[in-house]
């Protein structure tokens, strides 16, 4: 059983900076790939971003790409989202995910790949 805690979550005014942080805790592969997705109000979890665990292959959303940047420290099993720039549209819950059968440097978007999920942190950014 793989346990997600993420962290870092806050309000921050429009161009501001937050990084979020998600440690795993459990049996983790070396094929696993660990992700953030977000949920806005009233809308559907959408993907942001993904890293191989081991691969080091990443992925972002187009949304997100030259403002967010994703790293992660094996050595700690957490996964940070570095998030710059931030915009009111930005704002949302945003959950660590994992997905322990991904084939070698796959990064996934689809929300029913993953199969283990954080409780999720909130992003606010006011205008």
């Known amino acids: 059983q793989v346990q997600l805690v993420e962290s870092g979550g806050g309000v921050v005014q429009t161009g501001g900076s937050l990084r979020l942080s998600c440690t795993a805790s459990g049996p983790l592969f070396a094929n696993t790939c660990m992700a953030w997705f977000r949920q806005a109000p009233g809308k559907e979890r959408e993907f942001v971003a993904a890293?191989?665990?081991?691969?080091?292959?990443?992925d972002l959303a187009d949304t997100v790409k030259g403002r967010f940047t994703i790293s992660r420290d094996t050595t700690k099993n957490t996964v940070y989202l570095q998030m710059k720039s931030l915009k009111p549209e930005d704002t949302a819950d945003y959950y660590c995910?994992?997905?322990?059968?991904?084939?070698?440097?796959?990064?996934?978007?689809?929300?029913?790949?993953?199969?283990?999920w954080g409780q999720g942190t909130r992003v606010t950014v006011s205008s």
């Open positions: 995910a994992v997905d322990t059968t991904a084939a070698w440097g796959a990064l996934p978007r689809e929300v029913g790949r993953y199969d283990y």
């Open positions: 890293i191989s665990r081991s691969a080091g292959s990443s």
